[in-house]
């Protein structure tokens, strides 16, 4: 089993930054692809980035490319997401998610996932 526990959340105004925080513990190693997906009220779960635990190679959403970066820190088992020039359509839950397969995209394709955690950017 692996345990995903997400962190960093929380309010911030329009034009700022958030880092999320991803910490895994357990057979961490079953993770070959690391994601983050975002789910707003009323919506869908929505696709945010994702890393290759072994080589980083990314992947972002149309929606955050160029504001959002996703890292990993191999040692600690931590994945992070740096989230700069937020704006309101950036408010929801976010969720770390691990794959086990490399082609992981949808989330039907991960099979870990953590809590959650509230990003609110206010106007």
């Known amino acids: 089993q692996v345990q995903l526990v997400e962190s960093g959340g929380g309010l911030v105004q329009a034009g700022g930054s958030l880092r999320l925080s991803c910490a895994a513990s357990g057979r961490t190693f079953s993770n070959i692809v690391m994601g983050w997906f975002r789910q707003a009220p009323g919506k869908g779960r929505e696709f945010v980035a994702n890393i290759r635990r072994t080589t980083g190679i990314t992947s972002y959403g149309d929606s955050v490319k160029g504001r959002f970066t996703i890292s990993r820190d191999y040692a600690k088992n931590t994945v992070y997401l740096q989230m700069n020039n937020l704006n309101p359509e950036d408010t929801a839950v976010y969720y770390c998610?691990?794959?086990?397969?490399?082609?992981?995209?949808?989330?039907?394709?991960?099979?870990?996932w953590g809590q959650g955690t509230q990003v609110t950017v206010s106007s």
């Open positions: 998610a691990g794959a086990k397969r490399l082609d992981a995209v949808v989330p039907a394709d991960y099979d870990n």
